[in-house]
């Protein structure tokens, strides 16, 4: 680890000569004007604003733009925030950006200005409308001022010429042009502060391990941001190219999959493991993903496939997305599976919270099991071994608060969807349906069948009991907002909603003369009937299992 300083102005020339870059791990530029207007000030008024921590990766790493012939080796690792501000401040474009277009948008929306009319802060001001509009020279571009002419007798000049014009236009009252040139050089002068610059040469992962303590307050980089800066650099493009691209078709089919998610998929496809730090070094190389990444994506798509067909078009349906990387690793290896025995030990998964929180010991033990199977059945039985299936559903289930009951808001979906359950406008539509055709990425809305307002206060409903899961009913987005508070007897005769839809989604069709003081009776019997309903709806799926 050696230590050295840099000049404001070498720091954004390194970022935009493309001395200095970026690894594929770094997040994106996420400060808001208002922080580059901070950094500017502190500048001015000589305050510290930080080391930058820069990796000597010897080649390690792949950056997140190239597209000419320099492969640098030292990147920004900690100080990306500060460094593309200061490159905003300057008005220069940093190599790492990704287009000429975007960054003259990020100009637009990150002017920030020196007010040389104030004597007390704040000194320097986002650029609005009404400031912009201004025609004399009072608030006065940073980038104009810490822009660098290569003739030095021109900068100054040019600097003394905005003084003059300043002092004529009747601005800085008890100050002569001369002062003015002072304040403005003074601003000018923010070029040649330094920075202490930390350079580190360590092996990638203690790098990102670095990055996340010094970023504990901030978002924390992930596995998955180390997978990516690993495997961009073993197989130069293929992030960019592949990875990235297949995420995108993901979310185009109602898949919000997380990277840390898509990643996991691969190893436990190509690896039969999950952690990071026990995957062979060699499996990144092209050899070894190319082939283990082509057969993720055919288990996702079969994944997708099944998914539609029992109604699940979005992934907020599911109580957790870890739970869908021992799913991608069955269907890889028995494409052919039986889905309903699939579903049924995905959802008794889900019911036991298998794989919440802290998962990756559970999630290495079912890949093993899956791994040692001998056939579908022998699979689904290792991996459902570890749950008391024998316990029924009860009604009590039904009673829980639908917000954190997420298991129980996808059974009573999936039950409803199978049931060909209508929507409760006017057009009645299938869920999920627009007409005859499916819809992509349709989510749910969960409906007060009773709507909360209406109950809160009633002498005879514990507010406990409003938010039941027994109280939910399944319906698209448009009619959840109209129907709002109104009471039972009236959206059920406003919106035509007939017996039939009722009974799709278990409910009585006598539902609209039930008053408060027969609530918490109404409530415990749909939640026996939901609760029976849903022990047949599993005992259906599990077959012969």
Same mark, same amino acid.
């Given at each position: 680890m050696a230590h050295t300083t840099h000049s404001i102005r070498e720091i954004v020339d390194a970022a935009v000569s493309h001395t200095w870059s970026i690894p594929e791990f770094q997040r994106g530029f996420v400060w808001k004007a208002t922080q580059v207007r901070d950094l500017a000030e502190s500048l001015w008024l000589d305050y510290p604003i930080g080391t930058l921590l820069v990796w000597n990766s010897n080649g390690q790493a792949q950056e997140k733009s190239a597209a000419d012939a320099q492969s640098p080796t030292l990147w920004v690792v900690d100080g990306q925030q500060r460094a593309t501000a200061l490159a905003i401040l300057f008005g220069r474009k940093p190599y790492w950006w990704p287009s000429s277009e975007e960054w003259d948008k990020k100009l637009r929306s990150y002017d920030i200005r020196f007010d040389i009319d104030t004597r007390e802060g704040p000194y320097f001001v986002t650029a609005s409308a009404a400031i912009r509009n201004v025609k004399e020279p009072r608030y006065i571009p940073l980038r104009d001022l810490l822009v660098l002419d290569t003739n030095k007798e021109e900068d100054q000049q040019r600097l003394q010429?905005?003084?003059?014009?300043?002092?004529?236009?009747?601005?800085?009252?008890?100050?002569?042009?001369?002062? !003015?040139?002072?304040?403005?050089?003074?601003?000018?002068?923010?070029?040649?502060?330094?920075? !202490?610059?930390?350079? @580190?040469?360590?092996?990638?992962e203690?790098?990102?391990? @670095?990055?996340?303590?010094?970023?504990?307050?901030?978002?924390?980089?992930?596995?998955?941001? @180390?997978?990516?800066?690993?495997?961009?650099?073993?197989?130069?493009?293929?992030?960019?190219?592949?990875?990235?691209?297949?995420?995108?078709?993901?979310?185009?089919?109602?898949?919000?999959?997380?990277p840390n998610l898509v990643f996991r998929s691969l190893t436990a496809v190509g690896e039969k493991k999950v952690r990071f730090k026990q995957i062979s070094e060699d499996f990144w190389d092209s050899v070894k993903v190319q082939?283990?990444?082509?057969?993720?994506?055919d288990a996702w798509r079969h994944v997708i496939k099944h998914f539609r067909e029992v109604g699940i078009l979005s992934t907020s349906l599911l109580p957790t997305e870890n739970a869908l990387v021992p799913l991608i690793a069955l269907l890889d290896k028995y494409p052919q599976a039986?889905?309903?025995?699939?579903?049924?030990?995905?959802?008794?998964?889900?019911?036991?919270?298998?794989?919440?929180?802290?998962?990756t010991t559970r999630l290495d033990e079912d890949l093993r099991d899956i791994d040692e199977?001998?056939?579908?059945?022998?699979?689904?039985?290792?991996?459902?071994?570890?749950?008391?299936?024998?316990?029924?559903?009860?009604?009590?289930?039904?009673?829980?608060?639908?917000?954190?009951?997420?298991?129980?808001?996808?059974?009573?979906?999936?039950?409803?969807?199978?049931?060909?359950?209508?929507?409760?406008?006017?057009?009645?539509?299938?869920?999920?349906?627009?007409?005859?055709?499916?819809?992509?990425?349709f989510k749910p809305q969960w409906h007060h069948i009773f709507p909360k307002k209406y109950l809160q206060g009633q002498a005879n409903v514990p507010a406990d009991s409003i938010d039941a899961l027994a109280n939910i009913a399944v319906i698209g987005p448009s009619i959840n907002i109209r129907i709002s508070a109104q009471q039972p007897m009236d959206y059920v005769a406003r919106y035509? @909603?007939?017996?039939?839809?009722?009974?799709?989604?278990?409910?009585?069709?006598?539902?609209?003369?039930v008053g408060p003081e027969r609530y918490i009776d109404?409530?415990?019997?749909?939640?026996?009937?939901?609760?029976?309903?849903?022990?047949t709806y599993l005992a259906g799926l599990k077959g012969d299992l």
């Open positions: 010429d905005l003084a003059k014009s300043v002092k004529q236009a009747d601005l800085c009252h008890g100050m002569d042009a001369m002062e !003015v040139y002072t304040r403005l050089d003074r601003v000018r002068k923010v070029r040649d502060k330094t920075v !202490v610059t930390i350079s @580190i040469d360590q092996d990638l203690d790098v990102v391990e @670095i990055f996340s303590r010094l970023n504990g307050r901030g978002t924390r980089v992930t596995e998955a941001d @180390i997978y990516l800066g690993v495997v961009a650099a073993r197989t130069p493009g293929w992030v960019k190219s592949t990875f990235l691209p297949f995420r995108d078709k993901l979310a185009e089919v109602g898949i919000d999959a997380s082939p283990a990444w082509s057969r993720t994506q039986d889905f309903e025995q699939v579903l049924y030990w995905f959802l008794q998964a889900s019911r036991f919270a298998r794989y919440s929180g802290s998962v199977s001998t056939d579908i059945h022998d699979a689904l039985r290792r991996l459902l071994k570890r749950f008391p299936t024998h316990q029924a559903l009860t009604a009590e289930d039904f009673l829980k608060d639908y917000g954190d009951g997420r298991f129980g808001r996808l059974i009573l979906y999936l039950q409803v969807y199978e049931r060909g359950a209508r929507d409760w406008d006017e057009k009645a539509l299938r869920l999920g349906f627009d007409g005859i055709q499916l819809l992509d990425d035509a @909603i007939s017996g039939d839809r009722l009974r799709e989604q278990y409910i009585d069709e006598d539902v609209a003369g109404w409530l415990n019997a749909r939640a026996e009937t939901l609760a029976a309903a849903s022990n």
